[in-house]
């Protein structure tokens, strides 16, 4: 078929005669050494076209080949290649093929001895494809001269084009000046700026037999600095260079700066700063003493700008060093200033994940039993949460007072006008809360905010701010706002009015904030899987902060029905201290699997929240006081069903570690389903046995949730499923998804959906959220995204053919990728899960007999 398919392309063009040529080759060599030089063979390749590589597999296209006449001596090793490089599957030969596509010229270098040989000869043959046709292998002659220090000629002009001499010169001397600017001529690899202020190079320097210097250059735009690497903490992010692989060199001391170096007060972050300005290069000298040079030596420079107004985030650039050539290495998508011979980063490859048929039956399955669950009641209980959260905080001592003062001053004046101030009082409140969602869900769109709530860093972070409002809630210190803000509010809050009655409810958003602050906080985090999710929630939250005082303001006789201020509001902010910190470890736990760290087990995590359940129930008792607590003189009716609550939720905890012989793991709690680790993340069971077999065949294959047989490779899983001829159900999952556990949790341990998972189906997970580092740094040809763990991996495959980013989604394909049936987000219910397999299963089969 791909021999075919090959005819039936360049058939026309040899029988009615070939086009203007989409390619045009030029020819180059520079010199190296007095011994040494490299050949450079140079393709510029229309918009829309691409030419083969020259490492092609037989039975595909043309590979890019050099024939040399005669055949010279003294090549040294292979020809590399630099380009817009793209790896995948080629619609025309269908068949993985390396291509090189129109974006940046196509470069093929080859070194060489020069010997006694003057000349050196021969032909390139190539092949060039479009979309829809190709054009057949065509050769180019070339000619290069060892003795002069010009460029190589090609011999046939309609085929490749020669830059005129004199153009050549001026280039080469102007990157003599570019290589001699700074230290004695070393060659800078160019990272693209893309639109920031500024521009990085790196480069190597030898200084003795092993010993060389790692520079690195940044050229900055009028107006803008770049922060030194030795700043202290607390203030802009230094600049900072991470070596990922560096098992081949020692340091030989620290790193030097050198340049136009400002050290003083920093308007912007109010502290003590080093920074470099524009008016020449900001450059970082660390010198370096190679052990083995075959070592690949790689890493990542983060810096961060600023301005006299703002500052753009901390970016990231990569760079590598080639310690054998010695020279500094190109990652893609970054060009060499110099033009002699840097090689391109190893390990950065472009891919394209569309799979065809997947991507077209998606829209269209082979049947329409079953249905895309919209998340609509997702967005109900965001709003629910925000409300019950709302709720909690009018029960806070920074919150409930204000409640009798503030509808007692709108109420001074007549019952009409007190109810308007206190209905505007209300509204303001809810402008307020809602402006911060809204900020937010416009600030982030909804990849950014799915990919927060899944990130091990966002996660890390939230444990540790709620620890920090746990203890605030306990009463050891506040988290308040600068007092000048609250202040300033006041100030406009006197001048009376509709702006007075606003400003009155900014103020109360301000000096309530240490008890309102880890409840929107709380509510904020849990609803960032969705990109309304901060909107709704903040509204929701709002809504119950507001309706007390419209209602109060409507019907003063009410207050007298409210409890008095008492020992009580410090009671519920010690409670909501205890729920702070047990949530702080359901955050920790996503970071801790989905960077595989090992550290809080289903055991573990267990046994936390039971220690934190008990302490709840002594607190009732009175036998935990905290600063801001009464003493208790008696154990009130509350406090006995409060604290007998606690202890029996205590107990429904352990129940937890009840061992499931079906399962060969302990038996989930509903009530943690999505908070708690999976249960087969554990300290003390067995690994359940795998079919070996399987495993030595596909080293993806293992063991997922209630011990069902999975795949958590999709190519592995697919060979699985043709050898078997099974519909293979891919499960688009992550180790922070919430709906994902309460799916293995709640559905898939009903022993009928488990047997069909393990007997009638090939299930392949795949985790969008693993922080494992991929062998090899990959590039999304559809989205332009860099791709360095598996779980960016499997996202951009979710991405590309399925068009979504929320997890989970529940997708039943043939073993040919035909889509069976619309795929399932998450919905509760048994038998819907039910009814959603037996249909593709049954859907697959009536196809199978065709």
């Known amino acids: ?61 043309f590979p890019t080949t050099i024939t040399y006449e005669p055949e010279p001596e003294g090549l040294i090793g292979t020809a590399d290649e630099e380009g817009r490089k793209k790896e995948g599957m080629d619609p025309i030969f269908e068949m993985n093929v390396i291509k090189f596509l129109s974006d940046q010229p196509y470069v093929i270098r080859q070194r060489i001895k020069k010997l006694n040989q003057s000349k050196v000869m021969g032909y390139l043959t190539y092949m060039t494809c479009d979309d829809k046709k190709c054009l057949p ?66 480069a190597l320097q030898k200084t003795t037999e092993k010993r060389f210097n790692l ?4 050229d900055i735009q009028t107006g803008w600095n770049v922060y030194s690497q030795f700043i202290d903490e607390g203030g802009p992010f230094p600049t900072t260079i991470y070596y990922e692989q560096k098992e081949g060199i020692s ?54 700008c600023c301005d006299d107004e703002k500052c753009l985030p901390p970016t990231d650039i990569e760079f590598s060093f080639d310690l054998v050539n010695e020279i500094a290495g190109a990652a893609p998508g970054e060009k060499i200033a110099s033009g002699s011979g840097a090689l391109p980063a190893e390990g950065s490859v472009f891919i394209d994940q569309t799979r065809p048929k997947l991507k077209e039956s998606y829209s269209t399955p082979l049947s329409q039993c079953g249905s895309i669950t919209k998340p609509d009641k997702n967005i109900f209980l965001m709003f629910f949460f925000g409300f019950i959260g709302g709720l909690l905080a009018l029960l806070t001592p920074c919150v409930f007072p204000m409640i009798p003062l503030t509808v ?121 899987t969705n990109q309304v999710g901060p909107f709704v929630v903040m509204l929701g939250f709002s809504l119950a902060l507001a309706l007390p005082f419209g209602l109060f303001a409507a019907f003063p006789a009410w207050l007298n029905t409210l409890p008095k201020s008492g020992g009580w509001m410090n009671s519920v902010k010690v409670v909501l201290g205890f729920l702070e910190l047990a949530l702080a470890f359901k955050f920790l736990t996503v970071a801790d699997l989905t960077s595989h760290w090992g550290l809080l087990k289903y055991e573990v995590f267990l046994a936390i929240w039971i220690v934190i359940a008990l302490a709840m129930a002594a607190y009732g008792m009175g036998w935990i006081k905290f600063p801001h607590d009464s003493p208790v003189t008696r154990i009130s009716p509350r406090r006995w069903v409060y604290s007998i609550a606690c202890f029996l939720f205590a107990i429904y905890l352990a129940t937890g570690f009840t061992y499931d012989d079906t399962l060969k793991s302990y038996r989930p709690l509903a009530a943690l389903s999505g908070i708690a680790p999976p249960v087969g993340y554990n300290l003390f069971l067995d690994t359940p046995e795998l079919n070996q077999s399987i495993k ?32 293979m159900l891919i499960d688009h999952t992550g180790h922070g998804c919430v709906n994902c556990r309460r799916t293995e949790d709640r559905i898939w ?36 995204k860099k791709l360095r763990t598996v779980g960016s991996k499997w996202a951009d495959f979710q991405i590309v053919n399925f068009d979504q980013i929320s997890q989970p989604l529940y997708v039943i394909v043939t073993p040919d990728e035909q889509v ?31």
């Open 1 to 61: 078929m791909r021999l075919i398919a090959c005819l039936l392309t360049v058939i026309p063009f040899v029988l009615f005669g070939q086009m203007s040529d989409p390619v045009s080759w030029s020819f180059s060599i520079n010199d190296i050494s007095d011994e040494e030089a490299e050949l450079v063979f140079t393709a510029d390749i229309e918009s829309g076209w691409n030419v083969y590589s020259q490492f092609l597999d037989e039975g595909g296209p």
């Open 137 to 202: 292998p065509t050769d180019v002659e070339f000619e290069f001269n060892l003795t002069s220090h010009g460029s190589g000629s090609p011999k046939n002009e309609d085929r490749a084009q020669l830059n005129d001499s004199s153009e050549s010169e001026g280039q080469n001397t102007s990157e003599q000046e570019q290589k001699s600017a700074y230290r004695g001529g070393v060659d800078w690899v160019v990272v693209p700026a893309e639109g920031r202020p500024v521009q990085w190079s790196y």
């Open 215 to 218: 520079l690195f250059k940044a």
């Open 251 to 304: 340091f030989d001391g620290p790193s030097t700066e050198e340049g136009t170096r400002k050290e003083g007060m920093d308007p912007i972050f109010e502290m003590n700063v080093i920074k470099f300005l524009e008016d020449e290069p900001y450059v970082i000298s660390q010198a370096i003493q190679v052990e083995d040079a075959s070592q690949p030596l790689s890493g990542v420079l983060t810096y961060m």
């Open 408 to 528: 007692s001053f709108f109420t001074k004046d007549t019952k009409r006008k007190g109810w308007w101030n206190g209905t505007l009082y209300g509204l303001s409140i809810v402008v307020i809360y809602v402006s911060i969602g809204f900020l937010i869900t416009f600030l982030f769109g909804e990849e950014a905010l799915n990919s927060l709530s899944t990130n091990w860093i966002a996660n890390t972070l939230f444990f540790l701010i709620f620890v920090l409002f746990a203890f605030s809630f306990f009463g050891f210190y506040e988290i308040t706002l600068p007092s000048s803000w609250a202040n300033k509010s006041d100030k406009m809050a006197d001048q009376g009015g509709l702006l007075g009655i606003f400003f009155m409810a900014f103020t109360l958003a301000l000096v309530s904030f240490s008890c309102t602050g880890p409840l929107i906080g709380t509510a904020l985090v849990q609803a960032a």
């Open 696 to 727: 030595d065949k596909y080293p993806s294959f293992s063991k997922c949730a209630n011990n069902i047989d999975c795949f958590k490779d999709y190519f592995d899983g697919l060979a699985y499923a043709r050898e078997v001829r099974k519909p």
């Open 749 to 784: 341990s009903d022993d009928r959906i488990r047997t069909m998972l393990n007997e009638d189906f090939v299930l392949i997970s795949l985790y969008v959220d693993d922080r494992e580092e991929l062998d090899e740094i990959l590039i999304s040809e559809s989205r332009n």
């Open 820 to 850: 069976v049936s619309p795929p399932r987000e998450y919905k509760e219910g048994i038998q819907g899960y039910l009814d959603f397999l037996e249909c593709g299963l049954e859907t697959f089969q009536t196809i199978s007999m065709r």
